[in-house]
């Protein structure tokens, strides 16, 4: 053997074995079994944070009196007792929940007049969307009969639907009944607009549908991290069919305790090592969140759309790339959101911002300015609303989570630009718009744009950062 080949094999097997002699340790059979399940339920919680995303939702609305197969409403914008997850409080919302498991849903929706117009999407329960609705939608904003169709479905579909192929039994739709202004009038007409909505079983009577009333209840669905969020999981588990692609989580999930036609019954050894798990997962996806969404959307400024494109097309096509899987984006997405469009950017547009010019996390205690600038390229309105920094819901106990280019309240400047504070207290004269803040907690704030027109994609405004007020 060459003698700088001898070297390099001498060389590689005194460094194998320094490096078994440093990674070497005798583990019992315990301890290995209690690692391997802490790894397992941490890669868990990341897989099924859609999942669980959903079925918080769907116990809330349960909580709240509302069955499967029903209509969840807000009979007037949501305050901060709606603690999902970054809802918008300058809309309408109703949210039919489908269980197809006896047979294919019709949802009917109204064509869209001078004052109101329906937007939004139907998604899966893992959030996929199947198809948006409203002008950006399948219907054009003309309204029409959608047919959420059950997994393997093989019957004729009629004639006159849109017909979707759910790949899960169970799903919701969101739907935004948007109001011209916050008048009491405007929001009474969006009201009764998203409540020409019919949602009935194929061959139904369209005046069955039920629609239940969630304005100003508790509505709690953010996410648990603690092993309550197995609980969770498993009921997913138990209810959806298993995709071709999460298979592989079949014996994952069984390590946990978790399988199909099993009771999952954690005990106390167990609980004791899912709890830091969950914890664990979620610093996890905290610190992806945390560093941005590179790239920013406008250039030089924090605000960026809160999930990466290989995720999100994925939600958009079902992950048809057989080379990408987005799961690491998509806990990142539904740790703080919940529902995902056909198209984004169609009906709507998100941008995300958690701190300040300066690159420092917003601080309710500290008081902000954002100068919106005239001319926002959209059809329909923009609104900018705070969240609470740790749990991605409304900040508890404000008063007011938002302001909106449709509130006739907020004053504008003469070039037709809106500045935006966002503090524990208004500054001096800035009453009508201003968004309150928790001083004792951080804030994140959700800039959203419906009806986006090119010249936001083109780049051709721009939203600056947030900027500290001295």
Not at 73 to 79: G, R
Not at 278 to 288: G, Y
Not at 369 to 394: C, F, G, M
């Amino acid at each position: 053997m060459h003698r700088l080949a001898i070297w390099f094999a001498a060389s590689a097997l005194s460094c194998a074995g320094s490096l078994n002699s440093a990674w070497s340790q005798d583990f019992s059979a315990d301890e290995l079994a209690a690692r391997s399940l802490q790894r397992r339920a941490v890669e868990a919680v990341i897989w099924g944070m859609p999942a669980v995303n959903y079925e918080r939702m769907l116990q809330a609305a349960i909580e709240n009196g509302a069955k499967i197969n029903q209509v969840v409403y807000w009979s007037k914008p949501v305050n901060w007792k709606n603690q999902t997850l970054t809802p918008n409080p300058d809309t309408i919302y109703l949210n039919p929940f489908y269980d197809t498991s006896h047979g294919p849903m019709v949802l009917e929706l109204p064509p869209a007049d001078d004052n109101n117009v329906i937007v939004g999407s139907f998604d899966v329960a893992w959030q996929n969307a199947l198809a948006d609705v409203g002008p950006a939608g399948l219907d054009k904003g003309k309204g029409g009969k959608y047919l959420i169709l059950p997994p393997g479905y093989k019957e004729k579909v009629p004639e006159g639907y849109f017909a979707l192929q759910s790949e899960t039994l169970r799903g919701f739709v969101i739907l935004r009944s948007n109001f011209k202004s916050r008048s009491d009038a405007d929001i009474a007409s969006a009201v009764a607009h998203g409540k020409r909505v019919r949602f009935h079983p194929l061959g139904g009577n369209p005046e069955s549908t039920v629609f239940v009333d969630c304005y100003d209840k508790p509505f709690e669905s953010t996410i648990p991290y603690d092993a309550t969020f197995f609980g969770h999981l498993d009921r997913f588990v138990q209810f959806e069919p298993w995709l071709t692609r999460d298979k592989v989580m079949i014996d994952q999930l069984r390590t946990l305790g978790i399988e199909k036609g099993k009771p999952f019954k954690p005990d106390a050894k167990t609980k004791g090592i899912l709890e830091p798990a969950v914890r664990e997962a979620h610093q996890v996806i905290a610190l992806k969140y945390e560093a941005g969404f590179s790239p920013a959307f406008f250039d030089n400024t924090g605000w960026g759309v809160p999930v990466p494109p290989e995720t999100r097309d994925g939600l958009g096509n079902m992950f048809a790339d057989p080379n990408q899987y987005g799961v690491d984006g998509r806990a990142v997405m539904y740790h703080m959101a919940y529902f995902s469009p056909k198209v984004f950017g169609g009906g709507q547009f998100y941008l995300i911002n958690i701190s300040d010019r300066d690159g420092k996390p917003l601080a309710g205690d500290k008081t902000y300015r954002l100068k919106v600038p005239a001319n926002a390229p959209i059809e329909q309105y923009w609104s900018a609303t705070a969240y609470d920094r740790e749990t991605h819901a409304l900040i508890r106990g404000m008063s007011r989570p938002s302001l909106a280019s449709n509130d006739a309240a907020v004053i504008k400047n003469d070039d037709g630009s809106t500045e935006i504070y966002f503090g524990p207290s208004a500054p001096a004269g800035k009453q009508t718009n201003w968004v309150p803040t928790d001083p004792k907690r951080k804030f994140e704030v959700l800039f959203r744009l419906y009806g986006p027109k090119k010249e936001l994609f083109e780049k051709k405004w721009s939203l600056p950062d947030l900027e500290l007020v001295p």
